[in-house]
């Protein structure tokens, strides 16, 4: 008997040397819109996992953007929405992987991401980022962002930035040296 709690407690605990602290806390507030929801459908604190169907995938996902929710939180978009069925399909894989359900409902969910423009900040928006007063420790991430910002780099090359990927040229300017999505050798 497997419960949407047992499910995403063993998930952590199975999981958990392979995710990063973020994506766990996301899998906890999953795992939290789902228990709320079971709370408002079906007036208990936990559910059978093994009762999931269709059905209750597409209510769920409902749920996420507003129907029936008693909380006053912010609704999920669709894209959000989409990022909690995606982690339920996958713990409900390891429910099913494990022979504690028959098929995952889940698996047969598709809705489309919706597509999202990203706007460029204005010049005034830069220059009110550099120019804030920030704690030591904001301003060294404000200053990655804007170095991000002004030569394009990737957040993942940032991450793997070292002292080595850096050297002076001929005329007394320091120059970065990556290959996209570059892998420190130390690591």
């Known amino acids: 008997y497997s419960t949407i709690r047992t499910l995403f407690d063993y998930h952590l ?29 079906y007036h208990v604190a936990d559910y059978d996992i093994a009762a999931i169907d269709k059905a209750f995938v597409n209510e769920f996902f409902a749920y996420l953007q507003g129907y029936k929710r008693t909380d006053k939180k ?3 978009t669709t894209n959000g929405a989409l990022k909690h069925i995606i982690r339920l399909n996958k713990v409900m894989n390891i429910a099913l992987n494990n022979e504690w359900i028959n098929r995952n409902p889940v698996a047969a969910f598709h809705v489309r991401f919706d597509k999202v423009e990203k706007e460029f900040l204005t010049e005034e928006e830069l220059h009110a980022i550099e120019s804030v007063e920030l704690k030591p420790h904001l301003a060294i991430v404000r200053d990655l962002f804007m170095f991000a910002v002004y030569t394009g780099t990737a957040y993942i090359d940032i991450y793997n930035l070292q002292n080595s990927n850096i050297t002076i040229g001929i005329d007394p ?11 420190p050798e130390h690591l």
């Open 13 to 41: 605990i199975t999981e958990k040397k392979n995710l990063s602290h973020s994506t766990q806390v996301q899998y906890g507030i999953t795992c939290q819109h789902l228990l709320n929801y079971v709370h408002i459908k």
């Open 173 to 183: 300017v320091s120059y970065t040296h990556l290959r996209a999505h570059e892998t």
């Open 74 to 76: 912010k609704n999920c």
